[in-house]
Each structure stands twice: as structure tokens, then as C-alpha cells.
């Protein structure tokens, strides 16, 4: 293959998008020459990059710079609102993807923003510069799961996304991808940035949002993703997500129905590359 087929695909896209993803929806690697903000009212979005990937609840806001390759993919009916930030405005906000929490303010100016009506001459960009101050001003959300290079450790953390409830301790993954604990401990602080016990905590949350979204009580939830009992379960995901498991699956409950807008014609396509 060549190097250019290697290369994601640079697409463009109007100001403003809004519509629904089906559950699994997937667009491919590609990358945009803005900024993107995509903000899920509901359902769950993930988007992947070859350093991890970052999950974006419904009522999160996942931030895209310029250039970067990425893919998607939604998890149960995601209704979504894309957002565009021209190059020049984007230096203010971090670069590589990222995930906030959206403040009442922000939420209201992206409804705003991605409604299908005109506005005074700089109205618009004035709402923009808005929402971009208050989130230089919101913390990021810890919702990002960064993948190894090492190939053992790659071996290592493959073994757990292929089951993120394995007991299997550190020694035992060692074992069977060829490497020692300490090597493996060593290169997750090293190459991830955190502890062995950190990212598989990360992994789970992240695989819980998806069951809770399926509608599994709280407790199955908490077995299907490797925790011997709620407590702690609920204890880890309050600590990554900002509320308890049970408040997320019944804020997902009240989400608004779906709107009626759809997808401005082309949007997939020019997403999937």
C-alpha cells in the first residue's frame, strides 16, 4: 500500500450538523481542516486515534483538532451535534482530542449554534468565542483510554479488550505475552502514563457506559465488567465520569426525544471518507 492510501482522508463539512447515528455506526479514519466539536445529547460516541481512544457519554462534548486522524463509532441511538471551529480559533483549546463536561451555558449556545436559523452579521462567531472560553475554562473529563506501542504490552492490553472482566493479574498477563510484571508495570507508567490497575479501571468504565446504555441494572453491569461487588464499582465510575452509575442510566432515561432533523445530505458519506 502506498503511503497516500495510508493517510486518512481530509474531509470538509458545513458550519453545522445535526441528526442521529443508529447503535454501531462507524465512520472510518479520517481527518477535518477545522476543528470539530461533536456533542452527543444522547447515546455514547467514541473516537479513536492511534494514541486511544476517548468516550463521550451523552452530555459531554468531544473536541477534534484540525488534522487529526480519527475514526467513530456510536453506541445505541446517538443523537448528535457537530459543530465547526475554524483553524485560527482552535488555539486555545488542547491538541489532541479531548473530552469535557458541558456547562448549562455551553449546552444552550450549542443548541444555538446547530439549529437551522440565521443570525445578525457576528452574532454567530461571538456564540462561538463563548463556548470556546468556557471550555478553556472546564476541566477535561478522564474518559480517554490510551493504547500502547510496546508490542507485548499491546499483546498484554489486547487480552483484556477481548474481556474486560478477566481477573488475570499482572504476572499472568506477563506470562502469556512473554514479558515480566515488572517490564510490563514499568512500560504502562512509562508508556501510558498510568498503573496497570489505572487503565483496566478505564477499560471497564468505558465498556460499562455501553451496558448501562443497554439498559443493565447497575449490579449486572458491575459483574459484566469485572467488579466483585457495586460498591466499587460505583465508587470508580463516580470518580471517571462525574456521576454515579445509576444517575447516568437515569439521565439517559429522561433524554429528549429524538429531533426531527436529520442529517444534512452528504454527511455521511463525506464522514466515512
Given at each position: ?74 453506541y445505541g441511538e446517538t443523537e448528535i451535534r457537530v459543530l465547526k471551529v475554524p483553524r485560527e480559533l482552535c488555539g486555545s483549546l488542547p ?179
Open positions: 500500500m502506498s503511503e497516500a492510501r495510508r493517510v486518512p482522508p481530509e474531509v470538509d463539512f458545513a458550519a453545522t450538523r445535526l441528526g442521529r447515528l443508529g447503535h454501531g455506526t462507524r465512520f472510518a479514519p479520517h481527518r477535518h481542516r477545522q476543528g470539530q466539536l461533536l456533542y452527543p445529547s444522547a447515546g455514547v460516541l467514541a473516537t479513536t486515534t492511534e494514541l486511544g481512544t476517548w468516550v463521550a457519554p451523552a452530555d459531554r462534548l468531544t473536541w477534534t483538532p484540525p488534522g487529526f486522524a480519527h475514526s467513530h463509532r456510536a491538541t489532541q482530542p479531548t473530552v469535557f463536561t458541558v456547562t448549562p451555558l455551553v449546552r444552550e449556545a450549542l443548541i444555538v449554534l446547530t439549529a437551522d436559523r440565521s443570525f445578525r452579521p457576528g452574532a454567530r462567531d461571538r456564540l462561538l468565542l463563548v463556548v470556546l472560553d468556557e471550555l478553556t475554562e472546564n476541566p477535561e473529563q478522564l474518559v480517554y483510554l490510551p493504547e500502547p506501542r510496546d508490542d507485548r504490552l499491546r499483546a498484554a492490553t489486547a487480552i483484556l479488550h477481548a474481556d474486560p472482566a478477566s481477573t488475570a493479574t499482572l504476572a499472568e498477563l506477563g506470562r502469556a505475552v512473554g514479558a515480566s510484571e515488572r517490564t510490563l508495570s514499568r512500560q504502562f507508567h512509562a508508556e501510558l502514563g498510568m498503573s496497570f490497575h489505572q487503565w483496566r479501571t478505564l477499560l471497564r468504565v468505558q465498556h460499562a457506559l455501553v451496558h448501562l446504555l443497554d439498559g443493565h441494572p447497575v449490579t449486572g453491569t458491575a459483574v459484566l465488567c469485572g467488579w466483585s461487588n457495586p460498591t466499587s464499582f460505583i465508587e470508580a465510575f463516580t470518580a471517571i465520569v462525574g456521576q454515579t452509575p445509576g444517575r447516568y442510566q437515569s439521565d439517559l432515561r429522561r433524554a429528549a426525544p429524538w429531533s426531527r432533523a436529520t442529517f444534512v445530505a452528504g454527511f455521511r458519506h463525506q464522514l466515512s471518507g
